[in-house]
């Protein structure tokens, strides 16, 4: 199994998407990387990962999602050294995901970018 590769993007719940890309472009200086439905990434100026606007009550807020090369096969060897899963892998725009447990209660939501070609895509 292949470790974690970096923290690819942090969640944060807004009230309204569009004024909220507003701020964090005007005050605060990143730049709108894609918007699709009611999640908009936000870029850093000096690497890929995203701050992920959205307006979902039912995602937990904050979120951390981390990368990883394949979730299928991570989350498989996660399962053969005994961890437990607690949502299987899903489609998500750039790959697929999972939410993983640590021995300690804590989510660790992992994610890849297997429809991207292994390289971040951004459409705005």
């Known amino acids: 199994m292949s470790g974690l590769k970096k923290i690819d993007a ?3 719940r807004v009230s309204d998407l569009d004024e909220a890309i507003r701020f964090y472009v005007d005050v605060l200086g990143l730049k709108l ?5 009611v999640m908009a990434g936000m870029l850093f ?3 890929d990962s995203e701050l992920v606007l959205h307006t ?3 995602m937990p807020n904050p979120n951390v999602s981390f990368q990883v090369e394949n979730v299928e ?5 996660y399962k053969r050294k005994g961890y437990n899963v607690l949502v299987e892998p ?3 725009r750039c790959g697929r995901c999972a939410v993983l447990s640590d021995p300690y209660g804590n989510d660790i939501e992992v994610m890849d970018l297997a429809k991207f070609g292994g390289v971040p895509r951004f459409d705005a």
């Open 10 to 12: 942090v969640l944060h």
């Open 33 to 37: 990387g894609w918007k699709e439905g």
């Open 45 to 47: 100026p000096s690497n």
């Open 56 to 58: 979902d009550e039912n």
């Open 73 to 77: 096969a991570f989350v498989e060897e």
């Open 90 to 92: 899903f489609d998500i």
